[in-house]
């Protein structure tokens, strides 16, 4: 195994060690001062079962923080294997809402269909986490159906081919 210190390393060498880490993908959506806002996240943990917590890390950087780091409610989306065209959408824009339902929850937040869960949250805790926040939820209402999950792994997407 390769092994080195971050801090005097490149910052490619960190992601790449990060990367190993395999996740699933979400999108996190709020309603910011100009609208609805989304971004692509694999960041999402669960956290606590009573009472019900999730967390997930914007970055300081992204011109979403703001919207996020002070929303009172977010509804946190797991993708579907068939939803990268969503991952993509939210990576890229935050305001990309075209074409859509407008579906809301009735605190107001914008709605994803096809996910394969779904977390509304209220704003719970925000905690200091480096050049990100690590906000945590309180999950109001879940849902979810079966189906396939979008995985993210060493910077490639792809879905379960084999069950063990
Ligand atoms: C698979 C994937 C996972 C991501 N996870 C996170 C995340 O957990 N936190 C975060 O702040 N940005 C994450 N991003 C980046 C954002 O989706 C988005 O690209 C970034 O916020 C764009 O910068 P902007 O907000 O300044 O426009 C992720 C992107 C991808 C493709």
């Known amino acids: 195994m390769d ?10 060498d960190f992601r790449a060690a990060l990367g190993r880490y395999a996740t699933g993908v979400t999108v996190v ?19 606590s079962l009573a ?23 977010y509804a946190i989306h797991v993708l579907a294997a068939d ?22 929850t009735p605190e107001g937040l914008p709605l994803l ?7 509304d949250c209220a704003a719970y805790a ?8 690590i906000l945590v939820g309180r999950v109001l209402r879940a849902s979810l159906r079966d189906g ?4 993210f792994w060493g910077g490639r997407y792809g879905d379960f081919l084999h069950h063990g």
Not at 3 to 12: A, H, N, R, Y
Not at 126 to 133: F, M, P, R, S
């Open 148 to 151: 396939e999950p979008l995985l």
């Open 29 to 47: 959506t709020t309603v910011g001062n100009r609208g609805p806002v989304g971004i692509t996240a694999n960041s999402f943990t669960s956290l």
């Open 51 to 73: 009472p019900p917590l999730v967390l997930w890390c914007p970055a300081r950087s992204s011109a979403r923080f703001p919207a996020f780091e002070t929303a009172r409610h």
């Open 113 to 119: 269909p096809g996910c394969l869960a779904r977390f």
């Open 126 to 133: 925000v905690h200091e986490g480096g050049d990100h926040a």
């Open 83 to 104: 939803q990268l065209e969503l991952c993509r959408r939210f990576a890229r824009a935050a305001a990309d809402f075209d074409g859509l339902p407008t579906e809301e």
């Open 3 to 12: 092994q080195f210190t971050p801090e005097s390393s490149s910052p490619e």
